[in-house]
């Protein structure tokens, strides 16, 4: 029962995938005439009770269709999702240059009919340039599907000259005769026959002009245009929206690009380069200049209303008052939104005609919008706050926002609704202004503090702190602790001054520390390890205690700083011998248990008389 239970449920989870059948259609954008391409219609199930196609317009229909058929099955965390499809492609050509619908197909699948989209297809004349012909033959699988348009540029070989005429920058602008504050949409387009993999430059600081660029989400997509005679790669590489703040004739400069075109490098020894000795192709640096847009730019019309905001561009504009019935000291907010498109980031809030003996704060603005092609899009949203100090019944006017239609060349002035405000009697009686409560200060803005209020308290003169017993005490105190740690500071820092005193003081600790490792080692008869620790301990002790840099220890070195320190010749032998023997062991044959034994007895006595000697000198 349950795994009938199971089944049924499974069922259920995929009726909703099999119940939606949908039809994509999958067709270049653009070809060249005489191009081979394929055009694939993917239903969005196997059950299909017949499938047919309209006419072919402007289109020949060289072979199909084609079936292929798919299905996928997955459950993630008890989610089920599936997916099965089926394929017909076609294998078409073109004739002439135009633009043409793919013909829709149309479905029927469990007794109902589904109709696909009908697409557009560019179909660009044959000529020089990028647009390669698709004269490829092919057999009754239809011949090559369309190149993709990154392999339609030309690939030069290694040293072809690259010229302005295989790849510049088209610039357009908007609109070429402006008002001031109006906004231009500037578009850098890229035309190119031949391969390039990147691009780079950038608006440069402009005077006179407010800049705003608008941000592509996604990576630039390639086109192909008929331009010249020639078949280009084409993308819109950047736009820019600007605003122009002076009048008369202004000009966008020049912008420069640094272009990097792949070349093939056709006398490459292919041995050469999978042995990493070469490339079959090589990056060229081309400079491309976009060229300057020249713009004239017109005055505002004068004389400008009083009320003018700056803005300019079309505009609406709406209101709301929350709440229009308080007490009075408590807080009201007029919510005024600017909608439109403009120069919206430029343009003044609006001037509210509060009634009088109102308190009001600096409005709070929130923008959303966006850059587009016409400037600036979305709304500008202000909030007022504002405290009525007495009851009774205030009218507020409208408010009036004032912008300048570049279209109808006039000023407009758009206006809100009038609010009537009731003002009921506030907390403690009488129709003057009187105090907040603290929360209500809060409520009005985060940057009034509430007032204290209440019998102020007074401390005694005598009660003071300064010149009294307890000042003077507290004052000795302090001066005599300063001093104290004065004195320790500085026999501190006198002591680790002396470098060479400290490491050769604790030579003796350090190799006492190193020889316990070495213990260790012999009892876990790992004599490798313990030969290794035992003439870090020797050398160690000798190189700090008589201050010799590692890289000058030797036993030449070692013999003479002893007698310079005046040390037994007997006990200088006696190290050098314990260094030999510990060397000599690492490799000698016998019982290693005792010889380790012995090495730790020799090298712990010769460190001590050798620390007990020097230090009487």
């Known amino acids: 029962m349950k795994r009938f239970s199971a089944i049924v449920s499974f069922l259920l989870c995929l009726l909703p995938v099999w119940s939606q059948v949908r039809i994509t259609v999958q067709a270049p954008s653009d070809v060249v005439e005489g191009d081979r391409f394929r055009i694939s219609y993917v239903v969005s199930t196997q059950d299909v009770e017949s499938f047919k196609v309209d006419k072919f317009e402007g289109l020949v229909e060289l072979y199909g269709p084609s079936q292929s058929r798919s299905s996928s099955f997955s459950m993630v965390n008890g989610k089920t999702t599936s997916s099965s499809t089926i394929t017909f492609t076609y294998t078409v050509t ?58 339609r540029m030309h690939t030069q070989d290694v040293g072809d000259r690259i010229t302005n005429k295989d790849i510049f920058i088209a610039v357009t602008a908007s609109k070429k005769r402006v008002f001031e504050q109006e906004a231009i949409l500037l578009t850098y387009k890229l035309y190119t026959l031949v391969n390039v993999s990147s691009l780079e430059g950038k608006m440069p600081e402009l005077d006179g002009f407010h800049v705003q660029e608008i941000n592509r989400q996604r990576q630039p997509e390639l086109k192909m245009e008929h331009y010249n005679g020639k078949n ?12 122009p703040q002076q009048t008369g004739t202004l000009k966008i400069p020049e912008i420069k690009y640094e272009a990097t075109v792949i070349q093939q490098n056709r006398s490459a020894d292919p041995f050469d380069i999978f042995f990493g000795g070469g490339s079959m192709t090589q990056e060229v640096r081309k400079t491309v200049m976009a060229p300057a847009v020249t713009l004239q730019v017109e005055s505002l019309p004068t004389p400008k209303p009083t009320n003018f905001s700056g803005a300019v ?21 007029l919510r005024l939104t600017v909608t439109g ?6 343009m003044k809030a609006p001037t509210v005609p509060w009634p009088k003996d109102f308190e009001v704060y600096d409005p709070k603005t929130e923008d959303k919008t966006a850059i587009g092609a016409n400037g600036s899009s979305g709304s500008v949203l202000y909030d007022f706050i504002a405290v009525p100090r007495h009851q009774g019944k205030f009218d507020l006017p409208p408010v009036e926002f004032c912008y300048f239609d570049p279209d109808a060349r006039e000023y407009k002035t758009i206006t809100t609704s009038s609010y009537t405000i009731d003002v009921a009697k506030g907390k403690g009686g009488g129709n003057s202004s009187q105090a907040l409560s603290k929360e209500e200060v809060e409520l009005l803005n985060s940057d009034i503090r509430f007032i204290k209020t209440g019998n102020p308290t007074y401390l005694n003169a005598d009660s003071a702190f300064f010149g009294s017993n307890r000042y003077w005490l ?27 005193g400290r490491r050769g003081r604790g030579a003796s600790k350090v190799a006492s520390k190193r020889l316990k490792t070495a213990r260790k080692l012999m009892t876990q008869n790992n004599a490798t390890a313990f030969y290794e620790e035992s003439m870090k301990a020797l050398w160690g002790y000798v190189g700090d205690k008589l201050n010799i840099p590692v890289s000058e220890l030797s036993k030449d070195n070692v013999r003479e700083k002893l007698t310079e320190r005046q040390l037994s010749n007997e006990l200088t032998d006696k190290f050098l011998r314990t260094l030999d023997d ?12 005792a010889t380790m034994d012995k090495i730790y007895a020799s090298a712990e006595e010769v460190i001590n008389e050798m620390e007990s000697q020097l230090k009487r000198k």
């Open 94 to 151: 073109t004739e002439k240059p135009g633009t043409f619908h793919v013909p829709a197909a149309t479905v029927v699948s469990d007794g109902k009919t589904y109709k696909s989209s009908s697409p557009s297809i560019n179909v660009l004349p044959g000529g020089s340039g990028g647009g390669a012909s698709g004269g490829q033959q092919g057999g009754q699988g239809g011949g090559q599907a369309h190149q993709s348009k990154a392999d």
């Open 232 to 243: 280009y790669g084409t993308v819109v590489w950047s736009q820019y929206v600007v605003f």
């Open 313 to 333: 561009g079309k505009f609406s504009i709406a209101s709301s008052l929350t709440p229009q019935q308080l007490k009075a000291n408590d807080a009201t907010t």
């Open 341 to 346: 498109t403009g120069n919206m980031k430029l």
């Open 474 to 500: 507290t004052y000795g105190i302090s001066l005599l602790l300063f001093v104290l740690l004065m004195f320790l500071f500085r026999r501190r820092a006198v002591a680790n001054a002396d470098l060479v």
């Open 582 to 593: 510990c060397e000599f062991a690492r490799f000698a044959p016998g019982d290693p248990a």
